[in-house]
């Protein structure tokens, strides 16, 4: 698509912040006024359409993706969003370990259990631990209390959550990943702990750590988003 516009600028109204183009207010996917809690979430999602060239990459667009799944998703229905994500929580990668005689029971103990145990003691829960693939639920009562985590959230948050979420295929990652001093990489790392352990034992694969790089930078600019609606 060619670029339409010359200008871009941020502005308020009653409602919140919004991205202007040439003077008129975007909206979302779904045809909603796409009104931002903050200003500086506004001023990131108008750099992204400032950084178009003459034609207009849509992949670029992380940021207004998540604004617009907080309007036209979240802010519908948010009582479906959140028990999505609950969801996550019924089956947490970092819950799932390898068999106890396996080296790599061992790499998650060292590496998951510390996460895990932060957030138990966090929301007064108790997450159990399952060895080998096959499911256990997680107690009612855990589940009830993420629930109540979630539902103390903003439209705009629980939206940076979801991507968060379905990018490490876990909510405690997710959730760590809010803390103002969470290290991106660090739980990366620990989301692809069973990647990177495939990899140290066959070898890396050129195509496979690209798609975890562009993978990585979506987590990244997912907790950026969180953190510029909290503003």
Not at 117 to 129: M, T
């Given at each position: 698509?060619?670029?339409?516009?010359?200008?871009?600028?941020?502005?308020?109204?009653?409602?919140?912040?919004?991205?202007?183009?040439?003077?008129?207010?975007?909206?979302?996917?779904?045809?909603?006024?796409?009104?931002?809690?903050?200003?500086?979430?506004?001023?990131?999602?108008?750099?992204?359409?400032?950084?178009?060239?003459?034609?207009?990459?849509?992949a670029s667009f992380v940021l207004r993706d998540m604004a617009d799944y907080a309007i036209d998703?979240?802010?519908?229905?948010?009582?479906?969003?959140?028990?999505?994500?609950?969801?996550?929580?019924?089956?947490?990668?970092?819950?799932?370990?390898?068999?106890?005689?396996?080296?790599?029971?061992?790499?998650?103990?060292?590496?998951?259990?510390?996460?895990?145990?932060?957030?138990?003691?966090?929301?007064?829960?108790?997450?159990?631990?399952?060895?080998?693939?096959?499911?256990?639920?997680?107690?009612?009562?855990?589940?009830?209390?993420?629930?109540?985590?979630?539902?103390?959230?903003?439209?705009?948050?629980?939206?940076a959550v979801n991507t968060l979420t379905n990018l490490a295929s876990s909510l405690v990652i997710a959730l760590a990943a809010l803390a103002p001093e969470a290290d991106?990489?660090?739980?990366?790392?620990?989301?692809?702990?069973?990647?990177?352990?495939?990899?140290?034992?066959?070898?890396?694969?050129?195509?496979?750590?690209?798609?975890?790089?562009?993978?990585?930078?979506?987590?990244?600019?997912?907790?950026?988003?969180?953190?510029?609606?909290?503003?």
């Amino acid at each position: 698509m060619k670029r339409f516009y010359k200008q871009v600028s941020v502005g308020q109204n009653e409602e919140g912040w919004r991205v202007l183009l040439d003077g008129r207010g975007l909206k979302t996917v779904s045809g909603r006024a796409q009104v931002l809690p903050t200003q500086a979430l506004a001023e990131a999602l108008a750099e992204e359409w400032a950084d178009q060239g003459d034609e207009i990459d849509p992949a670029s667009f992380v940021l207004r993706d998540m604004a617009d799944y907080a309007i036209d998703v979240v802010g519908q229905d948010r009582s479906d969003a959140i028990r999505s994500l609950v969801a996550y929580a019924g089956t947490d990668t970092l819950c799932y370990r390898a068999e106890p005689d396996e080296p790599l029971h061992e790499r998650q103990l060292e590496v998951w259990e510390p996460l895990l145990h932060a957030a138990e003691q966090r929301w007064d829960v108790h997450f159990e631990r399952i060895d080998g693939i096959m499911h256990r639920p997680q107690p009612a009562a855990t589940l009830t209390r993420m629930e109540a985590v979630l539902a103390a959230e903003s439209d705009h948050v629980l939206a940076a959550v979801n991507t968060l979420t379905n990018l490490a295929s876990s909510l405690v990652i997710a959730l760590a990943a809010l803390a103002p001093e969470a290290d991106a990489e660090a739980l990366w790392d620990v989301a692809n702990l069973e990647e990177d352990w495939q990899a140290s034992l066959w070898g890396k694969d050129a195509e496979a750590e690209e798609r975890r790089a562009q993978r990585l930078a979506v987590f990244e600019t997912a907790m950026r988003y969180a953190r510029l609606a909290r503003n």
